[in-house]
T-cell receptor, first 110, second 114 residues
Framework: GQQVMQIPQYQHVQEGEDFTTYCNSSTTLSNIQWYKQRPGGHPVFLIQLVKSGEVKKQKRLTFQFGEAKKNSSLHITATQTTDVGTYFCAGQAGNTPLVFGKGTRLSVIA | DTGVSQNPRHKITKRGQNVTFRCDPISEHNRLYWYRQTLGQGPEFLTYFQNEAQLEKSRLLSDRFSAERPKGSFSTLEIQRTEQGDSAMYLC????????????FGPGTRLTVL
């Protein structure tokens, strides 16, 4: 079945440093979504990418969808303590349910 | 609050007991999903409904698990004869199906099986 892999599993950064997490799917995706889960919270939708090569920005966050629609990345510029949490990618192939990666847990040291 | 709600938020039970959780989705959303999440893992798909029809169940889902969405609104997830391995956070999400499937999660029900 479809698998979604994320790296790294953990990332510790100093406040102000950049952060990137990568997501790879075993199958071509129709769309990829990113979610953030704060400690003790539930996943919250951040963004969805649909087009090959698409790039979207939300303030300090930049999301990319690969040309082959099998990989994606999330880059945070100049991290802040409010960025702490686990970032999940979730891929959808056709009309099938989303498949979530295991997430990247980000710690930001002030 | 018009978000997804789940009850109870916490459930502690003894092994072998049955438990039932409830999810109330966002009112106009026609899809409803159940996930299980354990520490350090992403949400693991269990099952989903479109309106009242259960369209897919994970092959990993034991026959001790059953879910219903009788009127296409709220849903219940029942676990029979609970085992310690069932301890997890059970998340519900809903979506309004269009061309894509953005999901809105509830706060979850944390199950502890003693």
């Amino acid at each position: 079945g479809q698998q979604v892999m994320q790296i790294p599993q953990y990332q510790h950064v100093q406040e102000g440093e950049d952060f990137t997490t990568y997501c790879n799917s075993s199958t071509t995706l129709s769309n990829i979504q990113w979610y953030k889960q704060r400690p003790g919270g539930h996943p919250v939708f951040l963004i969805q990418l649909v087009k090959s090569g698409e790039v979207k920005k939300q303030k300090r966050l930049t999301f990319q969808f690969g040309e082959a629609k099998k990989n994606s990345s999330l880059h945070i510029t100049a991290t802040q303590t409010t960025d702490v949490g686990t970032y999940f990618c979730a891929g959808q192939a056709g009309n099938t349910p989303l498949v979530f990666g295991k997430g990247t847990r980000l710690s930001v040291i002030a | 609050d018009t978000g997804v709600s789940q009850n109870p938020r916490h459930k502690i039970t003894k092994r072998g007991q049955n438990v039932t959780f409830r999810c109330d989705p966002i009112s106009e959303h026609n899809r409803l999903y159940w996930y299980r999440q354990t520490l350090g893992q992403g949400p693991e798909f269990l099952t989903y409904f479109q309106n009242e029809a259960q369209l897919e169940k994970s092959r990993l889902l034991s026959d001790r698990f059953s879910a219903e969405r009788p009127k296409g609104s709220f849903s219940t997830l029942e676990i029979q004869r609970t085992e310690q391995g069932d301890s997890a956070m059970y998340l519900c999400a809903s979506s309004l199906t269009k061309s894509t499937d953005t999901q809105y999660f509830g706060p979850g029900t944390r199950l502890t099986v003693l």
